[in-house]
């Protein structure tokens, strides 16, 4: 079955700063891998995707690249804010998928 | 509008005791999920159903009974609770055919 890493387990930057969590994966099947965000006592909520088919997607301050080959992906947040803080997931399964392998998490902390 | 739904969002319960939790989401998707977070965070998918039929039962203890009565609605039956089960526990739903995961709020169980 798929199994998901992610690094770092924490991330402190400024404000500003740009911010880059990273994932590896295992099933070369799995072809799908979002990225959500995790407020403080709230449910995950999906803010990127990216398929294999594609190499890297951008959406404002936040970017995900992809390499199939080494089974790897990031999340890049550009230009931090506060409201950034949160733990942040990477994901990954098939297209067809009924199950998401998440990765252990980042706790991202965000300073003014 | 909400969403993904469940009900309640805190539980204190003592072990031995059986406990419901209940879900519902309005966005008219096929497949709805089960996750746990346990107290590192780790996310992991329980239970997912299609259209009222159960797709994946991960190793998840016998004492744990979802149940769908229509594709709106996944609750989750646990009975003789045991301090272990303490955790938060994420409904969630999706398309079948598309990736794209919606998480309810989370119901924090607590066993003593």
């Known amino acids: 079955g798929e199994n998901v890493e992610q690094h770092p387990s924490t991330l402190s930057v400024q404000e500003g700063d740009s911010a880059v969590i990273k994932c590896t994966y295992s099933d070369s099947a799995s072809n799908y891998f979002p990225w959500y965000k995790q407020e403080l006592g709230k449910g995950p909520q999906l803010i990127i995707d990216i398929r294999s088919n594609v190499g890297e997607k951008k959406d404002q301050r936040i970017a995900v690249t992809l390499n199939k080959t080494a089974k790897h992906f990031s999340l890049h947040i550009t230009e931090t804010q506060p409201e950034d803080s949160a733990v942040y997931f990477c994901a990954g399964g098939d297209t067809g998928f009924q199950k998401l392998v998440f990765g252990t998490g980042t706790r991202l902390l965000v300073s003014p | 509008d909400t969403a993904v739904s469940q009900t309640p969002k805190y539980l204190v319960t003592q072990m031995g005791n059986d406990k419901s939790i209940k879900c519902e989401q309005n966005?008219?998707?096929?497949?709805m999920y089960w996750y746990k977070q346990d107290s590192k965070k780790f996310l992991k998918i329980m239970f997912s159903?299609?259209?009222?039929?159960?797709?994946i039962n991960e190793t998840v203890p016998n004492r744990f009974s979802p149940k769908s009565p229509d594709k709106a609605h996944l609750n989750l039956h646990i009975n003789s609770l045991e301090l272990g089960d303490s955790a938060v526990y994420f409904c969630?739903?999706?398309?079948?055919?598309?990736?794209?995961?919606?998480f309810g709020e989370g119901s924090w169980l607590t066993v003593v």
């Open positions: 969630a739903s999706s398309h079948p055919s598309g990736n794209t995961i919606y």
């Open positions: 159903y299609n259209n009222k039929e159960l797709i």
């Open positions: 966005l008219g998707h096929d497949t």
